[in-house]
């Protein structure tokens, strides 16, 4: 029996290399515009597991703390 895949819900796996390093597949790259060179924000909870959020929210965050956008253009 094929379950149904839910609108805009996605999985992916990923090898953790021996230096702790991840690939990040290029279907995940693309649909988030992730790019070589971009910060991302892991979270991390025990009994939930680790997540990855947007990268925006990363600068919504900063913002919000510090008051300026993480790429200095507010200097």
Excluded: C, S, Y
């Amino acid at each position: 029996m094929k379950l149904p895949k839910p609108k805009g819900k996605f999985a992916w796996t990923a090898t953790v290399g021996e230096k702790g390093q991840i690939v990040i597949p290029k279907q995940a790259r693309e649909l988030f515009g992730i790019e070589p060179g971009d910060t991302l924000l892991l979270l991390g909870d025990e009994k939930r597991g680790i997540a990855i959020p947007p990268k925006d929210q990363f600068t919504k965050m900063h913002e919000r703390v510090f008051g300026e956008d993480p790429g200095g253009e507010n200097e």
